[in-house]
């Protein structure tokens, strides 16, 4: 696909499960900022003559869910995408407000699937976005995929449901310009790139053990375990590669990742962004990841939302230096 090479790259963490506004970036590839990395955000005070104030106010909170605000550089030309919305209005609002995010800057919401932890802002996000742009420029777009169940959850000894993703009316309604899309497609003067469903090849990537969907035409729950509506977003990097950010990784953080790569014409992988969907697995399953990870090559891991602490300290034993840790808050630059 026809991907516009990009010099560089910067994600603002506005949802992510884990909060530590603290600890350093351990990859020289990798600006971190944000959260209490920053005095120069703090506001100037007379304490004594000239300080700054470090409010504990201004950090953001951790919420089960992802939102990332990326935005593409090449030349003097910017593109900005947010990529899902984290699983609460209210969440989003706070953090967008504390990171100090330039919100009228986001052209582009994109869902990476239909599960409410990473729907559940998107309404007031639409909103929000729109109020803060001036009056000439475009409304924010959505883009979906077209298969929205009714309902999604997982089977137990009864069904346990989320509550509903927005629906597409509501989309409107807030003031969004809806785009639905099931096939790969660029974005943003083809800066971004927007996959269409991602091939499930390894043996160890099945998706969610037992999820379901209902449909309240037939008023039944069916089989859902493999989301296949599931799509990721990726860049390439001028002289470095792709960056792949995948939203959950129902589909498999390997299998979207190989999918990048081929959606790049093979150019190298650089960097994994996002939730890995580790943080139930069995340990197989992760030691298989770490080392289809490692022969795939990344120089950069930025895991976060549902990948889990046990995965993340493997990441760290096999691959040291490589992770930098997806913490709600922060700002990264590659
Ligand atoms: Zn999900
Ligand atoms: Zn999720």
Known sequence: MGLTEIDSLEIAVIVDNEL??????????????????????????????????????HICCGAHGLSMMITAIKGGSRHTVLFDTGPEEEVWQRNAHRIGADIAAIELIQLSHWHRDH????????????????????????????????????????PISLEADPTFD?????????????APHGVCDDMFLIS?????????????????????????????PLISDERLLMVKLKGK?????????????????????????????????????LADAERDTIDATVKDFKSLGPKILIPGHCTGWRAKCKIEQEMPGCMVPSFVGSRLAL
């Open 20 to 57: 530590d506004p603290l600890s350093p970036s351990c990859n020289p590839a990798v600006k971190l900022g944000g959260g209490l990395k920053d005095p120069s955000e703090g506001a100037i005070i007379d304490r004594g003559g000239r300080a700054k104030e470090m409010r504990m106010d």
């Open 119 to 158: 729907s559940g802002g998107m309404l007031r996000a639409i909103r929000m976005i729109n109020s803060a742009k001036s009056a000439d420029a475009p409304p924010v777009i959505a883009d979906l995929h077209p298969s929205r169940p009714d309902y999604r959850g997982v089977m137990g000894p009864i």
């Open 170 to 182: 509501e989309v409107v309604a807030a003031g969004a310009t809806l785009v639905k899309s099931a």
């Open 196 to 224: 269409g469903e991602i091939p499930r090849r390894t043996a160890y990537e099945q998706g969610i053990r037992r999820g379901i969907r209902f449909s309240a035409e037939t008023n039944a729950w069916s089989d859902d």
């Open 241 to 277: 590669g792709v960056v792949v950010f995948t939203g959950c990784s129902h589909a498999g953080a390997v299998n979207a990742s190989r999918h990048a790569v081929e959606l790049g014409d093979s150019a190298p992988l650089y960097a994994i962004v996002g939730g890995y969907h």
